[in-house]
């Protein structure tokens, strides 16, 4: 009944374990995989580019970045086209203004009839013609008096109505072109119309064409 007193001792009572250290035993014995197997998963689904892939990349990239480049070289190039191009409508519209300042009369405004002949034939000895009269420029006396004067007259190199050289026009040239031209009930046949037609060239192949009309008013026409 009393065991200890007699050299005997209490064998201790097993205990069945608890849940949670059943738990962390099968975790102990679990197999552990090596850290290279764990992350070789990782490895495969964040690789990067392959070769063809870049090489397409880089195909993509250089086509876009050529036709990019072609537009601005070309945008570049032509940059001072529009400053040459006012520079010859300045020139057209110049030349326009002064033919078109000028009489348009049956006779030669040097005639002595020139401002009351109502036909060539009331001149009193030059009736007006196409074309400057003989000794006639733009420059020298006798100078240009009559719109159909500047018929067939050119220059290269713009100059003034003194033939001084304008600075830095020297690579320009102008011509014009004076011709008779219906315009609403005026025929072309009746000379009382004509069209003036100034042409500009210019550097970097510039061309500009201007038109304007010049009628004959009373007491010249006989409309």
């Given at each position: 009944m009393?065991?200890?007193r007699f ?7 097993h205990?069945?374990?608890s849940p949670?250290?059943c ?7 679990s ?9 070789r998963?990782?490895?495969q ?43 010859a ?6 030349v ?5 300042l ?14 009351s002949?109502a036909?060539s034939a009331?001149?009193a ?11 006639e420029?733009?420059f020298?006396?006798?100078q240009?008096?009559?719109v159909?004067d500047?018929?067939?007259?050119s220059?290269?190199g ?5 033939n001084?050289?304008v600075?830095?026009l020297?690579?320009?040239s102008?011509s ?7 315009l609403?009930?005026?025929?072309a046949g009746?000379g009382?119309?004509l069209?003036i ?6 550097p970097g192949?510039t061309?500009?064409s201007?038109?304007g ?6 007491p010249?026409?006989t409309?």
């Amino acid at each position: 009944m009393f065991p200890e007193r007699f050299g005997h001792q209490r064998r201790p009572r097993h205990r069945a374990p608890s849940p949670a250290a059943c738990e962390m035993l099968v975790r102990a014995r679990s197999p552990v995989l090596p850290p290279t197997r764990r992350r070789r998963g990782k490895r495969q689904r964040a690789r990067g580019l392959s070769l063809i892939e870049l090489v397409i990349f880089i195909v993509v990239v250089s086509a876009a970045l050529a036709g990019v480049l072609t537009v601005f070289i070309t945008a570049t190039a032509s940059s001072a086209d529009p400053m040459l191009r006012r520079q010859a409508l300045a020139i057209a519209e110049s030349v326009l203004e002064e033919v078109l300042l000028m009489p348009f009369t049956l006779c030669d405004p040097d005639d002595a009839n020139a401002e009351s002949a109502a036909s060539s034939a009331g001149c009193a000895s030059l009736a007006e013609g196409t074309g400057p009269e003989p000794g006639e420029t733009r420059f020298t006396t006798p100078q240009f008096d009559n719109v159909n004067d500047y018929q067939g007259y050119s220059m290269t190199g713009i100059v003034d109505i003194t033939n001084s050289a304008v600075t830095g026009l020297a690579g320009y040239s102008a011509s014009v072109v004076v011709a008779p031209a219906a315009l609403g009930s005026i025929g072309a046949g009746s000379g009382d119309a004509l069209r003036i037609t100034v042409s500009v060239t210019g550097p970097g192949a510039t061309n500009v064409s201007l038109d304007g009309y010049r009628t004959r008013y009373a007491p010249n026409a006989t409309l």
